[in-house]
């Protein structure tokens, strides 16, 4: 697979995936950074398709463009209008130096570790993959859905008004 073509592909993918994921960054509607939140992710998944990682991209797709951005996408549009822009913050200053310090410390990572490529074949193919997790790993999978659906209920309660749960409280 070293192709002109999934080379291309590589690049493409890699600048569709860093062009939305800044695109996140510096919209102002947030409804605006969640479509671009949506393209890096699929971007993300198109490389994992790259990497020969097809059962990562499909749950990539799957889990965070069909799941998790949707239900931000549907959180966005159910919250009032006023709470939409991305203001000024007074976090702009250091969240830049903690980028500048992440950047330095990946680009000196990338620069001081003796990468190495491995020629053979996976030994997990995706059938047993899944067979995996639904037997070896279904405790933990079942523990992570009843925390996760622990949190998206206590994040209904706690945005809900006072108006709501006397509405709740008369029915």
Same mark, same amino acid.
């Given at each position: 697979?070293?192709?002109?073509? +999934?080379?291309?592909? =590589?690049?493409?993918? *890699?600048?569709?995936?860093?062009? /939305? ?5 510096? /919209? ?12 890096? =992710?699929?971007?993300?998944?198109? !490389? =994992?398709?790259? !990497? ?10 799957? +889990?965070?463009?069909? *799941? +998790?951005?949707?239900?931000?996408? =549907? ?22 130096? !903690? ?15 003796? @990468? ?15 067979? *995996?997790?639904?037997?070896? @790993? ?34």
């Amino acid at each position: 697979m070293d192709g002109g073509g +999934i080379v291309f592909a =590589f690049y493409v993918l *890699a600048a569709v995936t860093l062009i /939305s994921a800044a695109g996140v960054l510096v /919209s102002r509607d947030l409804l605006h950074a969640v479509l671009f939140l949506i393209l890096t =992710f699929v971007g993300v998944a198109g !490389l =994992f398709v790259l !990497l020969s990682a097809d059962f990562i991209a499909m749950a990539q797709v799957i +889990i965070y463009v069909g *799941a +998790i951005a949707v239900l931000i996408l =549907f959180a966005v549009l159910l919250t009032p209008r006023a709470g939409r822009n991305n203001g000024e913050t007074k976090f702009a200053l250091p969240g830049i130096l !903690l980028a500048v310090c992440l950047a330095a410390v990946f680009l000196f990572v990338i620069h001081d570790v003796a @990468w190495t490529t491995n020629d053979e074949a996976p030994v997990l193919g995706a059938d047993q993959l899944g067979e *995996a997790l639904l037997t070896t @790993w279904v405790l933990p999978f079942e523990i992570a859905s009843v925390l996760l659906t622990a949190a998206l209920v206590g994040a209904i309660m706690l945005a809900r008004t006072p108006q709501e749960e006397a509405e709740d409280a008369l029915a």
